[in-house]
């Protein structure tokens, strides 16, 4: 790479070209939006027509508003389809013309720009070169060439340097490493200039079933997906844009972390979420014990919420005698018997048979009354009467899931009743806890998020007044869902996910090695089990490190293979400065005044951000030191990683990426989940730059 490129002039007028005209296209944009936005006259048609219309001029004006994020970055040219002409195409974030409508940049996303991440030396795809641009905004600051056909291999690492070397492949190499090599920003940026082959085969392959992303620490899979779901909504805008396209990633953290990657390509539309944003009309927040996380999360749990609620469907004890005009009006035990069985056989939800046992209920009592009352009159008559609402209240209530939960878990009664040949009583038993004096005062759990969602789906919503039922009551469903980190879920949770899907259409990415928490999947077939079957699963790995160093992998390896032996790891693409300092703790002496003393050095160094990555019960601690040294900081759990050194919960570091890395006491970590070591190889595999080791209690063998 090199600042003295002949065309570097000219290159940079024609990057200054397309940002004028992509001003012009937000001018002419907000122009019409002006001429279309001139008062409520005209008809309904019209109306709605303008209003389509001005929609989608405001989704094209926020296309258009790029922030700092470069417009162009690279270049291809190929011979023409007639003739030997030549001809260029200006690679980019998104489409821009000129003032005739002729294309100044494509977008990375059309099938034109396709050899630019695909093409080899041995596959060219019809170039003649492939240029690189670096670039700040609208600065150009260097180029890279890469020339294809006789006597070019095009990709100058892709031949003669051997099946291991981890450079082998790639494209735009020098380009690569000033994009890796820059400091992070604490949010997560998008790889739309260095996408290498491997990472656009996955971006580009067929919406259809599930798509499995196996990647390690370093590789991508996170920015893949992210960008798979731009290019799928480019490519499939109809219908996915009315579909919805949804992002459920594992922890808020995380959410803000990539919360800019998808607007930076143009799609502002799509919904990030935790699971438990899915559920309505619930405050999270509770904790609890990995063991009834665990029970939480089993598949067969969903039979004992199914029980829980047929528990709810019940025959009286005894018959129900109330006055009416001058006789009474009477509802027979095993009348009620029959009320409920019918209901049973008619209706898979639960909730949407309350009108049809109210119904039968008043009819079966108006056929008691001498007078011959109409069942409708009977129903005037004693609606309101308190032992009617007990009659519908013991038949059949109206529930919520968060009702019906609080109600299950704060009876051990109720436990026993829905669990007795699902659960031993040993599981069963972790499920009850002290009964709040009101639902709303409940504050769920994380895995409780799942079991609501099942109740939501069995339940059904509640009918309205007039009997009918709200389309904003049911569970949404997504054309396209993208979850990361999926090895974690449980069976539960992937059952919720599962059930958002409108077609089967889903990218999961994750890393077996990084599975943690009461249910870890040991390979991707625990996870498939729970995911669509419309069409069959493809699983595709990511093999090449980009993010973290040689020095850092060579450490985290070992973990690796003590925690999931077989598994095989990425390759690093590039060399750190220094490898791993292991600072140890003398016996008395202070482990967490050698921390302050850690993250003094490494905040003093400065640029980029860093991260203290500890067990969830030495964050107070270690914030208090930092506090009383005068050391600025932020707790990831509050704030994400918006100060230049965070404290970050190990379990919730999966996922994140910094320049500097302070793992404190490594036993504790391990000690803090089920799969102790694969929490430890995520902790160790965050750093891009450096990462320092602070213990006291001896390393982990792993380690060693």
């Known amino acids: ?31 019409i939006r002006e001429l279309t936005s001139s008062g409520p006259g005209g008809t309904f048609q019209a109306r709605l027509e303008r209003n389509v219309f001005d ?66 030396g041995r596959e060219p795809m019809g170039l003649l070169r492939r240029r690189h641009f670096v670039v ?36 735009g190499y020098s380009t690569l490493l000033t994009a890796l090599g820059k400091s992070r920003t604490g949010q997560l940026g998008d790889i739309v200039a260095t996408i290498q082959s491997e990472q656009d085969e996955i971006i580009r392959s067929p919406q ?20 798979r779901a731009a290019y799928l909504l480019y490519t499939h805008r109809f219908p996915l844009e009315d579909q919805g396209v949804l992002v459920i990633g594992p922890n808020r953290i995380f959410l803000r972390y990539i919360e800019r990657v998808l607007p930076s390509l143009g799609e502002a539309g799509v919904e990030q979420v935790i699971l438990a944003d899915l559920i309505p009309d619930a405050t999270f927040g509770g904790r609890e014990s990995s063991d009834i996380a665990r029970v939480k999360g089993q598949k067969k749990i969903a039979r004992v919420i199914d029980k829980a609620i047929t528990d709810r469907e019940r025959p009286l004890r005894e018959d129900v005698v109330l006055p009416y005009g001058t006789g009474y009006a ?76 609080h109600d299950l878990f704060g009876s051990k009664a109720l436990l026993k009743l829905a669990a007795q040949g699902i659960l031993p009583e040993s599981e069963y ?81 994750g890393d077996i090695a990084q599975a ?49 032996p077989g598994l095989r790891a990425p390759r690093s693409v590039r060399e750190g400065d220094e490898g791993p300092a292991i600072i140890p703790v003398a016996a008395g002496a202070s482990l967490v005044d050698a921390v302050v003393a850690c993250a003094a050095d490494v905040t003093a160094r400065g640029g980029g951000r860093a991260a203290i990555i500890c067990a969830e019960d030495s964050i107070e601690e270690i914030s208090n030191a930092l506090n009383t040294a005068g050391i600025k900081h932020g707790l990831a759990r509050a704030a994400g990683l918006d100060q230049d050194l965070s404290i970050v919960p190990a379990t919730m ?52």
């Open 208 to 227: 259809g079933g599930v798509l499995v992303v196996q990647g390690g620490p370093g590789t991508g899979k996170t920015v893949v997906a992210l960008h």
């Open 136 to 171: 700040e905004s609208a600065r150009l600051l260097a180029l890279e060439d890469e020339l294809f056909g006789e006597g070019h291999l095009g990709i100058g690492h892709d031949e003669g340097l051997g099946g291991e070397d981890p450079r082998q492949g790639l494209r």
């Open 429 to 509: 038993l972790l499920l009850h806890r002290e009964r709040s004096e009101s639902v709303a005062d409940v504050r769920w759990t994380t895995a409780d998020a799942a079991l609501l969602d099942e109740a939501r789906h069995l339940l059904g919503p509640k009918p309205r007044r007039n009997g009918k039922i709200d389309d904003a009551d049911e569970i949404r469903t997504y054309g396209h869902i993208v979850v990361d980190e999926v090895q974690d879920l449980t069976p539960m949770q992937l059952r919720m996910v599962t059930r958002r899907s409108l077609s089967g259409s889903m990218t999961v990415v």
């Open 516 to 564: 943690t928490g009461p249910l870890a999947a040991n390979d991707w077939n625990d996870v498939l089990e729970h995911l669509p079957t419309k069409k069959d699963p493809r699983v595709v790995g990511l093999s090449v490190g980009y993010r973290i160093p040689a020095q850092i992998m060579e450490l985290a390896d070992k973990v690796m293979l003590a925690a999931t």
């Open 1 to 31: 790479m090199t600042q003295q490129h002949p065309e570097m002039a000219e290159e940079q007028a024609y990057i200054v070209f397309a940002y004028e005209c992509l001003e012009a296209s937000k001018t002419g944009a907000m122009k």
């Open 55 to 120: 929609e989608n001029l405001v989704h094209r004006l926020e296309q258009l508003e790029l922030g700092d994020a470069a417009l162009v970055f690279g270049r291809i040219d190929r011979t023409a389809d007639e003739g030997d002409e030549i001809e260029a195409f200006h690679i980019g974030r998104l489409a821009v013309a000129d003032a005739n409508r002729e294309p100044v940049v494509v977008d990375w996303r059309a099938p034109v720009a396709e050899p630019f991440y695909r093409a080899t």
């Open 330 to 405: 009477r509802l027979r035990v095993e009348e009620s018997v029959n009320i409920v069985k019918a209901a049973r056989r008619r209706f898979h939800r639960h909730n949407a048979g309350r009108r049809f046992v109210e119904n039968e209920v008043w009819s079966a009592m108006a056929a008691t009354v001498r007078s011959g009352a109409e069942a409708e009159d009977v129903r005037e008559s004693l609606r309101e009467l308190p032992e009617m609402r007990a009659v519908f209240e013991r038949m059949w209530p109206l529930l919520t899931p968060t009702q019906l939960l």
């Open 653 to 704: 570091a999966k996922g994140l990426e910094l320049d500097d890395v302070i793992v404190v006491e490594p036993a504790a970590v391990v000690a803090e989940d089920p799969q102790g070591l694969r929490l430890l190889y995520v902790t160790l595999t965050r750093s891009t730059r450096s990462l320092s080791i602070v213990h006291q209690q001896p390393l982990p063998n792993a380690m060693l």
